[in-house]
């Protein structure tokens, strides 16, 4: 009869490779905290300071319209830097850390009953647009539906606590006004998962639909979850830095007595606000407040500015064709606009 023994030699190597694997996670923490705290900070701090000394160098050695160009730019990009930061790092946590089964077991097998249960996950997610684009590409990633992805994508920064407080507090005795965006925003989202199902094509998406390296799926653990955060959000700040050029290019060129012209029609005033809800890129925590200061436009045409502008703007679509294609992001962005305000002007009649 064979009996067995122990190897203190060999307890000793086990222990000191199971020391040392804690000690490589140890750090791959650290650097991950680094990027987060440290370079997050250290973008905010940059942009502020360069929002605040930018118009005084552009006073110096252009005209008042370059100050104002650099306010607006600076203003955007402060404003998304934070949210994006979030998205990026759910993104990567999502990518590293959460097995795909647990997105079978969560929603529906059917894409069209999964979209207005991802629509309605939406409101977990504190975050604005910026967060968004890289939280549904991870899920997508994860082999979440694309229309139930895209659903939880236009629903998250348009229906969360944050938001809906905000609303409320910018509307002061007036909460047809939050039950209205709520409504809208919500409608929206789920309309256009259901248009997917039915109308969307996987060739307007990129063939990447499986983890891969520098997504933050290839590799689980911390590792996984650095690669994908510093490559998410170097990828994707990018695309933010287009969108809020582009907004403050628009912000400079057209003048505000052409706004002025669509006051005066109900319809034409809807429409005005949708387009400027675009260009503006305002955050989704701070559009409320924006809105409440057109006092000249109809409740109606300020309720098409909050839903629109969360899902549609020119920062988003940056983002979506960075991450998704631009094929995808004209014809999403497209049609998302219309259901937008169409959905805005319904809800607005009835509740407003």
Request: hydrophobic share 55%; glycine share 10%; aromatic share 8%.
């Amino acid at each position: 009869m064979e009996t067995r023994g122990t190897d203190p030699g060999g307890a000793d190597t086990s222990g000191a490779e199971s020391r040392s694997r804690v000690a490589d996670g140890a750090r791959l923490v650290v650097r991950a905290l680094v990027y987060v705290v440290v370079g997050g900070v250290a973008l905010v701090v940059i942009a502020t300071v360069g929002s605040v000394l930018g118009p005084m160098f552009a006073l110096d050695i252009a005209t008042p319209a370059m100050a104002a160009w650099w306010t607006v730019f600076t203003a955007v990009a402060v404003q998304g830097i934070p949210f994006l930061l979030l998205g990026t790092v759910v993104s990567a946590a999502i990518g590293a850390f959460v097995p795909e089964r647990v997105f079978r077991r969560v929603l529906p097998k059917n894409p069209a009953l999964a979209v207005p249960v991802a629509g309605a996950a939406g409101a977990v997610l504190p975050g604005c647009e910026c967060a968004s684009v890289p939280v549904a590409d991870s899920l997508m990633r994860r082999g979440v539906a694309p229309a139930a992805a895209l659903a939880f994508l236009l629903s998250a920064p348009a229906i969360n606590p944050v938001v809906l407080v905000a609303t409320s507090i910018a509307f002061p005795g007036n909460p047809a006004m939050v039950g209205a965006r709520l409504v809208a925003s919500l409608a929206t989202a789920v309309v256009m998962g259901w248009l997917w199902v039915r109308f969307g094509r996987e060739e307007w998406l990129p063939t990447r639909r499986t983890p891969e390296v520098g997504a933050g799926a290839a590799t689980g653990g911390w590792r996984g979850f650095r690669d994908g955060l510093q490559h998410d959000f170097l990828h994707a700040g990018g695309f933010l830095v287009l969108g809020a050029a582009a907004a403050a290019t628009f912000n400079i060129l057209v003048p505000r007595s052409l706004l002025d012209v669509f006051t005066g029609s109900p319809w034409l005033s809807v429409l005005l606000l949708a387009v400027l809800a675009v260009v503006l890129c305002v955050c989704s925590e701070a559009d409320a407040f924006v809105a409440a200061s057109l006092t000249g436009f109809s409740p109606t045409a300020r309720l098409a500015f909050m839903v629109v502008g969360p899902m549609v703007d020119l920062k988003l679509i940056a983002l979506q064709a960075g991450t998704f294609g631009r094929a995808f992001a004209v014809r999403f962005s497209a049609v998302t606009w219309v259901v937008a305000v169409v959905s805005s002007g319904v809800v607005g009649w009835w509740l407003l």
